[in-house]
């Protein structure tokens, strides 16, 4: 039970650590959203609850693996779950679409932690759709698909 526990918090956490891309932004959009999305990275690693209030909008919305949905109290509260240890990661197969005040991050990654005191390994595909609102990049959704055990990471 303690197995498929961990499965379910780990298919709840996005990733938005980005590589830059050869794409040219348009002269309107906003500066900073890479830099949000890598902020947001080290908050999850760090459990900096404060941190991913400021950077999630108070109306997201997340879509889990399983199809269920959450809201941002519920996925703040699965980050910084005491019993969820997440390493530092960066997420792979980037691409961002990026269109005036919206930017969306699509991306592999795969988690390395703990869920009471377990291993886990955690690889899923994800979208992260960025805002600008209020001065800032703000994380309105995510969607989280698991990958299964036999797909490539970088392209399977």
């Given at each position: 039970?303690?197995?498929?526990?961990?499965?379910a918090a780990m298919l709840l956490l996005?990733?938005?650590?980005?590589?830059?891309?050869?794409?040219?932004?348009?002269?309107?959009?906003?500066?900073?959203?890479?830099?949000?999305?890598?902020?947001?990275?080290?908050?999850?690693?760090?459990?900096?609850?404060?941190?991913?209030?400021?950077?999630?909008?108070?109306?997201?919305?997340?879509?889990?693996?399983?199809?269920?949905?959450?809201?941002?109290?519920?996925?703040?509260?699965?980050?910084?779950?005491?019993?969820?240890?997440?390493?530092?990661?960066?997420?792979?197969?980037?691409?961002?679409?990026?269109?005036?005040?919206?930017?969306?991050?699509?991306?592999?990654?795969?988690?390395?932690?703990?869920?009471?005191?377990?291993?886990?390994?955690?690889?899923?595909?994800?979208?992260?759709?960025?805002?600008?609102?209020?001065?800032?990049?703000?994380?309105?959704?995510?969607?989280?698909?698991?990958?299964?055990?036999?797909?490539?990471?970088?392209?399977?």
């Amino acid at each position: 039970m303690k197995r498929l526990h961990a499965a379910a918090a780990m298919l709840l956490l996005t990733a938005a650590c980005a590589p830059a891309n050869d794409r040219a932004e348009p002269a309107t959009t906003p500066a900073g959203y890479r830099e949000a999305a890598s902020a947001l990275d080290a908050a999850i690693a760090a459990k900096d609850e404060a941190a991913l209030e400021r950077l999630i909008a108070e109306d997201f919305l997340w879509v889990r693996g399983s199809g269920a949905k959450g809201d941002k109290a519920a996925f703040i509260g699965a980050l910084t779950a005491p019993a969820i240890r997440i390493e530092p990661f960066r997420a792979s197969e980037a691409r961002w679409i990026i269109s005036g005040n919206s930017a969306l991050l699509a991306a592999t990654n795969q988690l390395h932690g703990t869920a009471d005191g377990e291993p886990f390994v955690d690889r899923h595909r994800f979208a992260d759709h960025w805002l600008w609102r209020d001065g800032g990049w703000r994380l309105v959704y995510a969607q989280v698909t698991p990958l299964p055990e036999t797909a490539d990471p970088d392209g399977g």
